[in-house]
């Protein structure tokens, strides 16, 4: 009798404040429970060549800021090898404003890899901003965090993951990425019109408040960019090369690192009236 192939998966997941990365935890068990070589890697420290060649399946995971995929993860996406024959799975999470176009959005660049998406999830999911006492960006999200994702939706999630696997090995391609479009058409259709390049403008840059910077080096340390730099105890940013990740808002213990939201506040909001915030979607 022939011993089949052990069939091998590549988690690769970008995340901030740890969502992300626990549905990553979540699929590279379920996979590993089903028998299969897992290979689990945030995407900042992907290699450019995964030794051992093409996985079966590649699991595509990250946050949604501003209703899009985040800027630094779409240039880093870009910047991975090809997976040309790989099937392919993308997750995504958000927290109560709405998840727009974004599961889409990934999976359009999952395939520009060659790889074939078979399924996805876009997965509602705690708001754990740790923005503190005088509340700036947080502030605009004071209902984030229900409790999400509950016991349900990480078991709809590995049903999902599973079900994807189970394609891989049974040779099934039956999953169009249109499914994974907003449910609402406009949004689809404005969101075609925004290059990458143009997103990142759009969002308000961080500001550095010399009174209160201890100089710990901590924002400089984090920057996933390379943006920020301390010259002689001064903090500068370079916001041409700066993705608006507000990393450094959160790694920033003294409050100098802030940002102006009000503009952007304004839109959230008329968006939290007028958007209806569609739950966890899973597509299969
Ligand atoms: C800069 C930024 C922008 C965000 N924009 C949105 C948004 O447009 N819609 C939404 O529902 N949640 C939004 N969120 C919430 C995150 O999508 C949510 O907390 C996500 O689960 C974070 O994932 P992570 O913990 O893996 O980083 C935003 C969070 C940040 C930091």
Same mark, same amino acid.
């Given at each position: 009798?022939?011993?089949?192939?052990?069939?091998? /998966?590549?988690?690769?997941?970008?995340?901030?404040?740890?969502?992300?990365?626990?549905?990553?935890?979540?699929?590279?068990?379920?996979?590993?429970?089903?028998?299969?070589?897992?290979?689990?890697?945030?995407?900042?420290?992907?290699?450019?060549?995964?030794?051992?060649?093409?996985?079966?399946?590649?699991?595509?995971?990250?946050?949604?800021?501003?209703?899009?995929?985040?800027?630094? &993860?779409?240039?880093?996406?870009?910047? #991975?090898?090809?997976?040309?024959?790989?099937?392919?799975?993308?997750?995504?999470?958000?927290?109560?404003?709405?998840?727009?176009? /974004?599961?889409?959005?990934?999976?359009?660049?999952?395939?520009?890899?060659?790889?074939?998406?078979?399924?996805?999830?876009?997965?509602?999911?705690?708001?754990?901003?740790?923005?503190?006492?005088?509340?700036? #960006?947080?502030?605009?999200?004071?209902?984030?965090?229900?409790?999400?994702?509950?016991?349900?939706?990480?078991?709809?999630?590995?049903?999902?993951?599973?079900?994807?696997?189970?394609?891989?090995?049974?040779?099934?391609?039956?999953?169009?990425?249109?499914?994974?479009?907003?449910?609402?058409?406009?949004?689809?259709?404005?969101?075609?019109?925004?290059?990458?390049?143009?997103?990142? @403008?759009?969002?308000?840059?961080?500001?550095?408040?010399?009174?209160?910077?201890?100089?710990?080096?901590?924002?400089?340390?984090?920057?996933?960019?390379?943006?920020?730099?301390?010259?002689?105890?001064?903090?500068?940013?370079?916001?041409?090369?700066?993705?608006?990740?507000?990393?450094?808002?959160?790694?920033?213990?003294?409050?100098?690192?802030?940002?102006?939201?009000? &503009?952007?506040?304004?839109?959230?909001?008329?968006? @939290?009236?007028?958007?209806?915030?569609?739950?966890?979607?899973?597509?299969?």
């Amino acid at each position: 009798m022939t011993q089949e192939k052990q069939r091998t /998966a590549l988690v690769i997941y970008h995340s901030n404040t740890g969502n992300t990365a626990t549905l990553a935890k979540e699929a590279a068990a379920t996979l590993e429970d089903m028998g299969w070589a897992v290979n689990q890697t945030p995407l900042e420290k992907a290699p450019k060549i995964f030794p051992g060649g093409n996985p079966d399946l590649l699991l595509m995971g990250t946050p949604i800021h501003f209703w899009q995929v985040p800027v630094p &993860a779409m240039e880093m996406i870009r910047k #991975l090898p090809n997976f040309p024959g790989a099937g392919a799975f993308v997750f995504l999470t958000y927290g109560t404003v709405f998840d727009g176009n /974004a599961p889409h959005q990934l999976a359009v660049e999952v395939e520009k890899k060659g790889a074939k998406v078979l399924g996805g999830a876009s997965v509602l999911s705690p708001h754990n901003f740790k923005m503190t006492p005088d509340q700036r #960006l947080g502030d605009l999200y004071e209902d984030f965090g229900k409790g999400q994702p509950d016991q349900q939706v990480l078991a709809d999630f590995r049903a999902a993951v599973r079900a994807a696997a189970s394609k891989v090995e049974s040779g099934v391609q039956d999953f169009n990425i249109k499914d994974l479009r907003s449910p609402k058409p406009v949004i689809t259709f404005l969101d075609g019109l925004m290059p990458v390049s143009m997103q990142k @403008k759009a969002l308000p840059k961080v500001t550095w408040v010399e009174e209160s910077c201890k100089d710990c080096g901590m924002c400089v340390e984090n920057c996933t960019t390379g943006s920020i730099r301390s010259v002689n105890g001064k903090i500068t940013t370079n916001h041409d090369t700066c993705y608006r990740c507000y990393q450094c808002l959160w790694t920033c213990k003294s409050q100098a690192r802030t940002v102006n939201l009000s &503009a952007m506040a304004g839109v959230l909001r008329g968006l @939290k009236k007028v958007v209806k915030n569609p739950g966890t979607r899973i597509m299969v």
